[in-house]
Structure formats: C-alpha cells, structure tokens
C-alpha cells in the first residue's frame, strides 16, 4: 500500500507541476500581450504661428487681455497680469480707494513688488476704467408695438 501512495503523490505531483506550468506561460503571455500592444499613431500636428498682434486695439479694447484702451494701460498690464490673469482686473469694480486698498493687501500678503511711480498711473487707469457703476432697472420699453398671444 506504500508504493501505491507514493505513486499516487508522484502523479499528483506532475498534475499540479503541469497545471503551474500553464498558469505560468498564460500569466506570462498576458503580461508580454498587455505590455507589446501596437502603440496609437499619434502624430503631432505644428501649432500655427499667430499673425494676431499683441498690442491690437479693437473697437477700444485691447483685444489680449480685455483690458480697456486708455493712459496707463501698458504699466497696468506689465504689473498686474505678471501675476495673474487681466480677467480678475476686469470683472472687478472699485473706487480708487479700494484699488488701492487692494494693491496694499497683495504687497503685504501676496508679495506684490513696490510699485513706485506706476502706482499712481495704475491707480489713476483703474479708478476711471473700472469704477463702481450705478447698477439700476432697465429704462422702460418705449414704441414698442405690443400684441396679444392667443
């Protein structure tokens, strides 16, 4: 009864050697098939060069940046879009006194550099450009031919 139980561990075993075996060299075809897959074409298309001017001004706005065309432009765009975008300029209204107060609380917290003369011209170009405005009811619809839905 010895030998036979010794027969039997030794088929086993070639079963369960031959079973690795194909577990292995499926593994391994998996891996080589997942890591050997054809590659997309990708083929890179050249950006075209913008023949659009930086400095072009239409219908009284500088067209880059939104900004409107007025004295003190340039310096206002040279030091306030180095840092960030000309739309946060743009969105925002305030009086002089609260651009100013903003430019403080970036050179204190946002480590905006000293503006030194251009402060004034900066400030002067945002407090005429984008003040406050009166923000109110439409005026009221006149001439209007007025009909009836049925």
């Given at each position: 009864?010895?030998?036979?139980?010794?027969?039997?561990?030794?088929?086993?075993?070639?079963?369960?050697?031959?079973?690795?075996?194909?577990?292995?060299?499926?593994?391994?075809?998996?891996?080589?098939?997942?890591?050997?897959?054809?590659?997309?074409?990708?083929?890179?298309?050249?950006?075209?060069?913008?023949?659009?001017?930086?400095?072009?001004?239409?219908?009284?706005?500088?067209?880059?940046?939104?900004?409107?065309?007025?004295?003190?432009?340039?310096?206002?765009?040279?030091?306030?879009?180095?840092?960030?975008?000309a739309k946060l300029v743009t969105q925002n209204r305030m009086?002089?006194?609260?651009?100013?107060?903003?430019?403080?609380?970036?050179?204190?917290?946002?480590?905006?550099?000293?503006?030194?003369?251009?402060?004034?011209?900066?400030?002067?170009?945002?407090?005429?450009?984008?003040?406050?405005?009166?923000?109110?009811?439409?005026?009221?619809?006149?001439?209007?031919?007025?009909?009836?839905?049925?």
């Amino acid at each position: 009864m010895g030998n036979d139980f010794q027969k039997q561990v030794q088929a086993f075993s070639k079963i369960l050697l031959s079973f690795l075996v194909i577990i292995l060299v499926l593994f391994g075809g998996l891996f080589y098939w997942a890591n050997h897959k054809s590659k997309p074409n990708i083929v890179e298309i050249p950006l075209e060069e913008s023949t659009e001017d930086y400095d072009k001004i239409e219908n009284g706005i500088h067209v880059a940046t939104g900004f409107i065309a007025d004295t003190g432009m340039q310096v206002t765009i040279q030091n306030c879009t180095a840092c960030h975008s000309a739309k946060l300029v743009t969105q925002n209204r305030m009086s002089r006194e609260g651009w100013k107060a903003t430019i403080k609380w970036m050179q204190e917290t946002q480590n905006l550099w000293d503006l030194g003369a251009n402060e004034e011209l900066i400030l002067t170009y945002l407090a005429k450009n984008y003040a406050p405005t009166d923000k109110g009811r439409r005026q009221n619809l006149e001439d209007i031919e007025w009909y009836e839905l049925k």
